[in-house]
T-cell receptor, first 112, second 112 residues
Framework: EPEVTQTPSHQVTQMGQEVILRCVPI?????FYWYRQILGQKVEFLVS????????KSEIFDDQFSVERPDGSNFTLKIRSTKLEDSAMYFC??????????FGSGTRLTVV | GQQVMQIPQYQHVQEGEDFTTYCNSS?????IQWYKQRPGGHPVFLIQ?????EVKKQKRLTFQFGEAKKNSSLHITATQTTDVGTYFC????????????FGQGTTLQVKP
């Protein structure tokens, strides 16, 4: 069964550093998303991406965040200057038609 | 903003007992999706409900969507230890970006 692949699985970074989280969505999917989950809490929407542009972003997705699909397959989330409160599990998800989303296994980001 | 509430937060049952989790949205939903997240894992799509009053079954799992398309439930009959995990409902809002709004989840523990 096709999978969404995320790398790295765990990233530790110092506060103020930039991080890039990488995702390879399922190849024929059209809609791409980033969600995050703080430990023990619900899954929160960050941003949706369609047709090579952001279609919606949440209040969490401020100027420190950006997304790119640099080569037509990879889908990246960049956090320019990490804060302690950015520590969370970040999930990439993709879907073809908004019916059922396939989530990646996540990147656990720890900001120290 | 649009909110999805889910209860209970935790449920401990004896193996063989039934389990139900309930989901309520502050607004009418286009559809509702259910996901299961095993401890340390990522959300895995279970099912999507679209029509008012819809009921769907997957083996021991029964999913319902309310008549007003604002509430939903998941019922598991005769729980097994493999049912352990957190069950999330996620509403697809009115925007056409595919943004999912997740409930807080219900964590199910099953005692053998």
């Amino acid at each position: 069964e096709p999978e969404v692949t995320q790398t790295p699985s765990h990233q530790v970074t110092q506060m103020g550093q930039e991080v890039i989280l990488r995702c390879v969505p399922i190849s024929n999917h059209l809609y791409f998303y980033w969600y995050r989950q703080i430990l023990g809490q619900k899954v929160e929407f960050l941003v949706s991406f369609y047709n090579n542009e952001i279609s919606e972003k949440s209040e969490i997705f401020d100027d420190q965040f950006s997304v790119e699909r640099p080569d037509g397959s990879n889908f990246t989330l960049k956090i320019r200057s990490t804060k302690l409160e950015d520590s969370a599990m970040y999930f990439c998800a993709s879907t073809y038609t908004n019916y059922g989303y396939t989530f990646g296994s996540g990147t656990r980001l720890t900001v120290v | 903003g649009q909110q999805v509430m889910q209860i209970p937060q935790y449920q401990h049952v004896q193996e063989g007992e039934d389990f139900t989790t309930y989901c309520n949205s502050s607004t009418t939903l286009s559809n509702i999706q259910w996901y299961k997240q095993r401890p340390g894992g990522h959300p895995v799509f279970l099912i999507q409900l679209v029509k008012s009053g819809e009921v769907k079954k997957q083996k021991r799992l029964t999913f319902q969507f309310g008549e007003a398309k604002k509430n939903s439930s998941l019922h598991i009959t005769a729980t097994q230890t493999t049912d352990v995990g957190t069950y999330f409902c996620a509403g697809l809002g009115s925007s056409n970006t595919g943004k999912l709004i997740f409930g807080q989840g219900t964590t199910l523990q099953v005692k053998p």
